[in-house]
């Protein structure tokens, strides 16, 4: 055991408690019986650098990933994720990471990248689960520790796991570290983000372009015989549910007491779970039998749930997406106040709406098309008329008095700071960045149709902070460009490790 989670006991970090004793039930995988993978534990998943591993050890890998969540060490999940994606982590299982992490820990043998328990053991107290105040809590670690085994963990899982973190570290400094861009490099980039635009727009609103459109009767009937199969009502669907709400006023009681009630929310969330799993568990039956209230909704769609569900994004998204004949009663789904398990009671499948049903709908369509073509004719001939101009000698002033459509001159911006009194800010900003001064781009859509961006003038103006700025520039341009070589090399050795998977992972 690690000898400084033995130092102290006392208060602790109550929401681990929840997040360790829901782990199974979020991540559970093949021992559920639900998903992708079959009962038998000792049945090979995948092979990689030649050698086979169960379901039992994939269960373990993918249960390293929720350990790195739960000691918020979210940048390395996400990191060693994004090395190489090949399966985007399908039913639950983080394949990704897992294959990933065998890649690298066999890489850190190869090359020798070696770190120490001392190494590890400091990189652990710097961890924010095991922070209170600015300052490493060993009762806060004693906690964690002493959860571990509900994972399928030891103490020493945890030095594992930030030794795979900071050998991730040194290996991309080892592949990519030496990579530092050029001074010019690094002056250009700087310019082009700093520098203040001078710029003016020509709007062209859709709403004028929809008042001018007109659309017949046979254009109706033609668009819908053409899209006839597009309009259909929504799916909708019944539900019953169990809400478990979460303790409140957990601020108000001191820390034993606070572990108490998330302990118990948590082992109340889970024994229900656990019940659902039994053959033939009805979700009505089981809240009875558990005194507990069910709630029944619908049939509803996905963007029509009713009032007390209807700010629930995540759990109605669970519910369109959930297959009632494979999953009868759901998993755990997490809600603005706490947990929702669910059952799909009755599927109404999508109907054939008739021409007279969707005919307005069909009408807002065309208007909309016609208006967004006339709107883009109008931008670029006017634009083309521009240019004429602008190549003859002509002010830009004077060319749109001509044109007899508005100039309107923009505060002042840079890429890095867009104006924040533009309704297209970003666009225009865009835009802007890539023309040099004096010249017109092409339109620019925007929420509220399309602009044409004149650049008056582009000016670097000196800074106080502009030593600092360079610097973040640098660093930010070598931290890029390092990731994506030691990507591209991380790549080449997953190949070399001849991944294949077993089971069914999409």
Request: zero cysteines; aromatic letters at 10%.
């Amino acid at each position: 055991m690690l000898e400084f989670f033995r130092r102290h006991r006392g208060a602790f970090l109550t929401v681990l408690t929840v997040i360790i004793i829901l782990s199974f039930s979020v991540w559970g995988g093949w021992k559920k019986g639900r998903g992708g993978f079959h009962d038998d534990p000792t049945e090979t998943a995948f092979t990689i650098y030649g050698k086979d591993y169960s379901k039992s050890e994939l269960d373990r890998h993918t249960r390293y990933m929720r350990l790195a969540y739960m000691m918020q060490m979210y940048d390395f999940p996400s990191q060693l994720s994004m090395l190489s994606q090949k399966y985007q982590s399908q039913n639950q299982v983080p394949l990704d990471f897992i294959f990933n992490l065998i890649v690298l820990q066999h890489e850190m043998e190869k090359n020798g990248v070696v770190v120490s328990d001392e190494e590890a053991t400091a990189e652990l107290k710097k961890l924010p689960a095991l922070q209170n105040n600015g300052a490493y809590d060993a009762a806060r670690a004693n906690m964690l520790e002493e959860n571990l085994g509900s994972m399928g963990f030891r103490a020493p899982d945890l030095l594992e796991i930030m030794k795979y973190k900071v050998g991730l570290d040194k290996l991309r400094a080892l592949v990519a570290g030496n990579f530092t861009p050029s001074p010019l490099a690094v002056t250009k980039t700087y310019s082009q983000q700093y520098q203040t635009v001078k710029a003016s727009t020509i709007t062209f609103a859709l709403d004028d372009f929809k008042k001018k459109a007109e659309v017949t009767d046979a254009e109706i009937k033609k668009y819908y015989d053409e899209k006839k199969d597009t309009y259909k009502t929504a799916e909708q669907r019944a539900v019953s549910y169990v809400f478990f709400e979460e303790p409140k006023d957990l601020d108000k009681l001191d820390a034993d007491k606070r572990a108490k009630a998330q302990n118990d929310f948590g082992k109340k969330v889970n024994d229900f779970n656990e019940a659902t799993l039994k053959p033939h568990a009805k979700l009505e039956m089981l809240a009875a039998g558990m005194k507990m209230k069910w709630e029944a909704a619908g049939p509803f769609a996905r963007d029509t749930a009713p009032d007390p569900l209807k700010n629930e994004r995540d759990f109605i998204a669970a519910i369109f997406a959930a297959s009632p004949s494979a999953h009868p009663i759901s998993d755990p789904v997490r809600g603005s106040k706490g947990y929702y398990i669910f059952s799909v009671l009755k599927r109404v499948e999508p109907r054939q709406q008739e021409l007279a049903e969707v005919k307005e709908k069909v009408k807002t369509t065309l208007v909309a098309q016609k208006a967004r073509e006339a709107m883009l004719k109008a931008a670029n001939d006017a634009r083309d008329a521009l240019q004429s101009g602008l190549k003859a000698g002509k002010k830009i002033a004077d060319l749109v008095k001509e044109q007899k459509i508005a100039l309107v001159d923009l505060p002042e911006f840079s890429p890095s700071a867009p104006s924040p009194d533009m309704k297209a800010g970003q666009e225009v900003t865009a835009a802007a960045e890539k023309l040099p001064q004096g010249q017109l781009s092409t339109p620019v859509n925007t929420p509220a149709g399309a602009v044409l961006v004149y650049v008056n003038a582009k000016e670097l103006r000196k800074r106080d902070d502009s030593s600092t700025l360079k610097q973040n520039v640098q660093d930010n341009m070598a931290s890029t460009e390092q990731f994506q070589l030691f990507q591209a090399w991380f790549q080449k050795r997953w190949e070399e490790a001849r991944v294949k998977v077993r089971f069914a992972a999409a």
